[in-house]
């Protein structure tokens, strides 16, 4: 992701220095419960432990560690002797019984939580403008489209309710998501525990609250980061399916509602009357990427016998790429919606603009259900109607009304053209949400 488009907390995040303080609180962790047990001097550990306190790893930190590795070829190997430089010989106890990727796993594990933590926010935020909206247009009428087509009436409140309930999801999947990677593996080369204890790892695990991932080989199983990267992408199908409804409801044709359009602000270097959906065409872009990074993290899954690093380079671009997009893009759709440009008469126009097609069923219904007359026969009347009115523009009623082989009454097609027999129900609708 381009900087400028993330967040202070999600660009600190991902920073190097801040990966460097995660490989760090790893190391700690597992060398303070070794100085429990004696496999490393206690006063080590405090020593280490003080001026990590007191210096915390910087920017400055993370340009040697790049200098190092440029001649070692080993990250861990450049971050542990960079960590000696800066304080001194008691770091010579860190990586004790450890390997790589014990601590960088975990360590990402650490980042992924955060991550995670920072876009639950950014989703929980977004849903409760959702839910603002559903209650301010309750009772807004709108047409109800299918396939593109008029179909019937709903209220426009009914879809933002809509996209509160699947946030509300989005959200769950998330969490599980984040329960997964809260895991930490300290097993050694091939998850024997060779040179150090399972007890080490279960106490870290345990001073976090987290768990002990149970069995692993020298990498942490990537089902769980690909479930990571799934919860992101289908949260990013979701916020596409937000974003292409207002692109629909915005164009010139139908122009039910809009994105804000700043003071200053232009749509084209040509035509100076345009207001174009640009943000939410960039949220529709963003959730391309987000499944594109749900591909690469399915086949991170397969890794050679008890480990290779085909997944580690991927993993660098896709994880703070995927994190940070879906941050970035349910940010700027909460800033949408928060303040979307609502048209009702427009609405309620586009919803009479048909002649009272969308009244059709009802008609269906009662001349069934009032009249006695046959589906078949019931529809053949309300269907060629409806057909003239398509190809003249006259109103459906008084097509029905004109037409002799109709039945209904002109209170009984009053009732049926009533509009606020389709709304009825959304009440008990709003109350299953406690609205």
């Excluded at 280490?48 to 910087?58: E, H, K, M, Q, T």
């Excluded at 009249?371 to 097509?399: C, F, H, I, M, P």
Aim: charged share 25%.
């Amino acid at each position: 992701m381009i900087d400028r488009y993330l967040t202070p907390e999600m660009k600190t995040l991902w920073s190097e220095a801040s990966k460097y303080r995660a490989w760090l609180r790893v190391e700690l962790a597992a060398m303070e419960a070794q100085a429990r047990h004696g496999e490393v001097p206690p006063a080590a550990f405090h020593a280490l432990s003080a001026r990590a306190a007191a210096d915390p790893l910087d920017d400055a930190f993370a340009a040697r560690v790049a200098e190092i590795e440029a001649v070692t070829r080993h990250d861990i190997v450049a971050f542990t002797r960079a960590l000696t430089e800066r304080y001194g010989e008691e770091a010579r106890f860190i990586h004790h019984g450890l390997t790589s990727t014990d601590v960088v796993d975990t360590a990402q594990n650490l980042l992924l939580d955060e991550a995670l933590g920072l876009i639950v926010a950014d989703v929980e935020a977004l849903r409760e403008v959702c839910r603002t909206q559903a209650v301010t247009h309750k009772h807004t009428p709108t047409v109800g489209r299918t396939h593109g087509i008029h179909a019937e009436p709903m209220t426009f409140g009914l879809k933002f309710l809509n996209w509160m309930a699947t946030l509300g999801r989005d959200l769950e999947r998330l969490q599980s998501a984040r329960g997964r990677v809260r895991v930490v593996m300290l097993s050694g080369s091939v998850g024997t525990y060779a040179h150090v204890s399972p007890q080490i790892e279960e106490e870290v695990a345990a001073a976090w609250g987290w768990q002990a991932a149970p069995v692993t080989n020298q990498t942490l199983a990537r089902d769980r980061h690909a479930e990571v990267l799934s919860a992101l992408a289908i949260l990013g199908t979701t916020l596409e399916k937000i974003a292409v409804e207002i692109r629909h409801l915005q164009r010139s044709e139908v122009r039910e509602a809009m994105e804000p359009f700043g003071k200053g602000q232009t749509g084209s270097s040509s035509m100076p009357h345009k207001k174009n959906p640009i943000l939410t065409e960039n949220v529709t872009g963003l959730a391309r990427l987000l499944r594109g990074y749900l591909t690469t993290g399915l086949e991170n899954v397969a890794l050679w016998h008890e480990r290779d690093i085909s997944h580690s380079s991927a993993e660098r671009v896709i994880l703070p790429d995927a994190t940070s997009a879906a941050s970035y893009a349910t940010r700027r759709l909460t800033g949408v919606l928060r303040d979307l440009v609502v048209f009702p008469e427009r609405m309620l126009r586009n919803l009479n603009d048909l002649g009272g097609l969308v009244f059709s069923q009802r008609v269906l219904h009662a001349l069934i259900d009032e009249k006695g007359l046959s589906r078949e026969a019931a529809y053949d009347l309300v269907q060629r109607n409806a057909l003239r009115s398509w190809e003249t523009g006259e109103g459906l009623r008084e097509l029905l009304a004109a037409d002799a082989a109709n039945p209904l009454s002109e209170a009984e097609l009053d009732a049926a053209f009533d509009l606020n027999w389709y709304l009825r129900h959304v009440d008990a609708i709003y109350a299953r949400f406690g609205l």
